[in-house]
């Protein structure tokens, strides 16, 4: 997986992150895993990684979690916050 998008903006609210594209002038609000795999997302994780550092802080197996961070990862890529790889 490939890093965040540099040009992107984030303000984190409480638990959640903004995040604004000044290029499309999109705001995308990300809460939960989202979030925390936003803050992994810098290209120094694999999706395996960044599921098992997930698992450990939240005090759950892997395979619980795999499904969401997956999503989550997906999500992000689509809409450009990341780069895909």
Excluded: F
């Amino acid at each position: 997986m490939g890093p965040a998008i540099s040009h992107i903006l984030e303000t984190e609210i409480g638990e959640d992150i903004s995040l604004y594209d000044p290029q499309t002038e999109q705001v995308t609000v990300l809460n939960g895993t989202a979030s925390d795999v936003w803050r992994l997302a810098d290209g120094s994780y694999t999706l395996q990684e960044i599921t098992q550092l997930l698992a450990s802080s939240y005090q759950v197996s892997p395979d619980s979690i795999a499904a969401d961070v997956e999503k989550a990862v997906d999500e992000l890529s689509e809409a450009g916050l990341i780069e895909s790889s």
